[in-house]
């Protein structure tokens, strides 16, 4: 699924990965530090032979400010496609888990069904009974609303 997805990305996505992986990275912390370092000991007058251009440091802020707004929208565009994909994953994680659930409880009701027609005798098992019920994805995640409700309650 991940190759899949990986390979079904748009051009966009693509660009936004590569520029936020590269923006992750300890060359873009290098190749920032060596750029925005050398700006300012060139506009201190630090550097000789190099004539200041930048005294008051706006052109470095605003250049500075431009790349952010540009830098955190490309990493947003990357966490928004990795969302979509943790959902979907997410998703297919329930359905596997709600289809391993229900092959469990048939799997107990037959085991039960087993042990009456031999004669084994197990006695009236509460656990045994639920075990053969299917779960109701809805009421567990109610049951989990609630105890978020009262958690809250209790925290407020």
């Given at each position: 699924m991940r190759?899949?997805?990986?390979?079904?990305?748009?051009?966009?996505?693509?660009?936004?990965d590569s520029i936020t992986g590269f923006t992750g990275s300890m060359t873009f912390v290098a190749l920032h530090a060596a750029l925005f370092g050398g700006w300012i000991l060139i506009n201190l007058g630090l550097v000789p032979m190099v004539q200041p251009f930048d005294t008051s440091f706006v052109v470095l802020a605003m250049l500075a400010s431009v790349e952010a707004i540009f830098l955190s929208t490309f990493v947003l565009i990357s966490q928004n496609r990795m969302m979509v994909e943790t959902d979907k994953r997410a998703e297919l994680d329930l359905q596997i888990s709600l289809l391993a659930e229900h092959e469990v409880s048939q799997a107990v009701a037959l085991l039960d069904a087993i042990a009456d027609r031999i004669g084994a005798k197990h006695g009236p098992h509460a656990a045994i009974e639920e075990a053969k019920q299917d779960v109701n994805p809805l009421a567990i995640m109610d049951t989990i609303e609630d105890e978020e409700r009262k958690r809250n309650t209790e925290i407020a």
């Open positions: 190759q899949q997805a990986a390979r079904e990305r748009s051009a966009q996505d693509r660009i936004a």
